[in-house]
């Protein structure tokens, strides 16, 4: 199996470049099968993934957080040319969100080992199509879509100066924007019924957990062939605090403060434009946008998925 790791050098306040190397000296000689490619610049790694599946490579790992995924998964399905690799993660960053919807192991070489091992298992993605200044743009996500309130959170951290600091810089971030929340109407349908409300944050998730680990989405997974979508109604900034909190202990929210329902796609409008991301990269703002579920898109080289909804 011909083996591609991508990977991004400045992951976990830069610790993924310095630890990459003695990383996978320290697993012997499953080593010598690892092709290592590093990415230099922001979007580096979806072109690299490209190239790799033109390549003809069998397996690419993203060494890194959820936004180096995000790009290896970009950079592999919008090329046409050669098969589909499996993917695997080799988890350095703020979040790795996606990862946590797996058991992976612990120990990062262990969590290598996975990554290189066999079977893989078929997950689905989302995929999203908004409209930009020359036409619509797409781009695929394999977590999570967000948004409102988390997309404004993911702004203020990704513009400060602090994010070495990764979660606690991420905590102040979320301090902030809870100060100065910004409501907004959304319309449209999920799946087959119609959709209006009010909301301070939307998402469509695949996995359990976003912004850094909350877990909201608690009967999500990727390996299931639907979004859960969750919202909440506008509220005060000490009614947002509790949710985020019981979030981060894993704790079920409760029914009326975070709305959830179910379905394979959405299309949504607002008569405002609204800040979205996907999987932690920041995509802009948007007045409509129209998201599908792509079932069993890809192979992901992981454990189990983790039982979720408890």
Same mark, same amino acid.
């Given at each position: 199996?011909?083996?591609? %790791?991508?990977?991004?050098?400045?992951?976990?306040?830069?610790?993924?470049?310095?630890?990459?190397?003695?990383?996978?000296?320290?697993?012997?000689?499953?080593?010598?099968?690892?092709?290592?490619?590093? @990415?230099?610049?922001?979007?580096?790694?979806?072109?690299?993934?490209?190239? $790799?599946?033109?390549?003809?490579?069998?397996?690419?790992?993203?060494?890194?957080?959820?936004?180096?995924?995000?790009? $290896?998964?970009?950079?592999?399905?919008?090329? !046409?040319?050669?098969?589909?690799? @499996?993917?695997?993660?080799?988890?350095?960053?703020?979040?790795?969100?996606?990862?946590?919807?797996? !058991?992976?192991?612990?120990?990062?070489?262990?969590?290598?080992?996975?990554?290189?091992?066999?079977?893989?298992? +078929?997950? /689905?993605?989302?995929?999203?199509?908004?409209?930009?200044?020359?036409?619509?743009?797409?781009?695929?996500?394999?977590?999570?879509?967000?948004?409102?309130?988390?997309?404004?959170?993911?702004?203020?951290?990704?513009?400060?100066?602090?994010?070495?600091?990764?979660?606690? /810089?991420?905590?102040?971030?979320?301090?902030? !924007?809870?100060?100065?929340?910004?409501?907004?109407?959304?319309?449209?349908?999920?799946?087959?019924?119609?959709?209006? %409300?009010?909301?301070?944050?939307?998402?469509?998730?695949?996995?359990?957990?976003?912004?850094?680990?909350?877990?909201?989405?608690?009967?999500? /997974?990727p390996s299931h062939d639907r979004f859960e979508f969750?919202?909440?109604?506008?509220?005060s900034p000490m009614g947002l605090f509790s949710p985020?909190?019981?979030?981060?202990?894993?704790?079920?929210?409760?029914?009326? $403060?975070? +709305?959830?329902?179910?379905?394979?796609?959405?299309?949504?409008? /607002?008569?405002?434009?609204?800040?979205?991301?996907?999987?932690?990269?920041?995509?802009?703002?948007?007045?409509?946008?129209?998201?599908?579920?792509?079932?069993?898109?890809?192979?992901?080289?992981?454990?189990?998925?983790k039982k979720q909804g408890n």
């Open positions: 199996m011909r083996v591609a %790791a991508l990977v991004n050098p400045f992951a976990g306040s830069r610790t993924a470049g310095k630890q990459w190397p003695i990383l996978l000296q320290s697993i012997g000689w499953e080593a010598k099968r690892v092709d290592t490619f590093w @990415s230099e610049y922001p979007g580096h790694c979806e072109s690299i993934a490209a190239s $790799v599946r033109r390549s003809g490579y069998d397996r690419v790992i993203a060494v890194g957080g959820d936004g180096t995924l995000f790009e $290896v998964l970009n950079g592999l399905w919008w090329e !046409e040319r050669g098969d589909m690799p @499996s993917v695997g993660m080799v988890p350095f960053g703020t979040g790795c969100d996606y990862f946590r919807n797996f !058991e992976n192991g612990t120990g990062m070489a262990a969590r290598l080992k996975t990554a290189l091992g066999e079977p893989a298992i +078929k997950v /689905s993605l989302g995929k999203c199509r908004y409209p930009v200044q020359d036409g619509m743009r797409q781009r695929v996500f394999a977590n999570v879509l967000g948004l409102g309130f988390d997309a404004e959170v993911v702004r203020r951290f990704k513009s400060s100066n602090f994010q070495r600091l990764g979660l606690f /810089s991420y905590g102040i971030s979320a301090i902030a !924007e809870m100060r100065q929340l910004r409501p907004f109407a959304l319309e449209g349908t999920l799946g087959d019924s119609s959709f209006r %409300a009010d909301a301070v944050f939307f998402a469509a998730t695949l996995g359990c957990c976003f912004g850094k680990g909350m877990r909201i989405a608690v009967d999500a /997974s969750v919202h909440a109604a506008p509220m985020i909190i019981r979030a981060y202990l894993g704790l079920r929210q409760d029914d009326s $403060v975070v +709305k959830r329902s179910y379905g394979s796609g959405a299309v949504l409008g /607002s008569s405002m434009p609204i800040m979205f991301e996907a999987d932690g990269e920041l995509l802009g703002q948007t007045g409509i946008v129209e998201i599908e579920l792509i079932p069993d898109a890809f192979s992901f080289a992981g454990g189990m998925t």
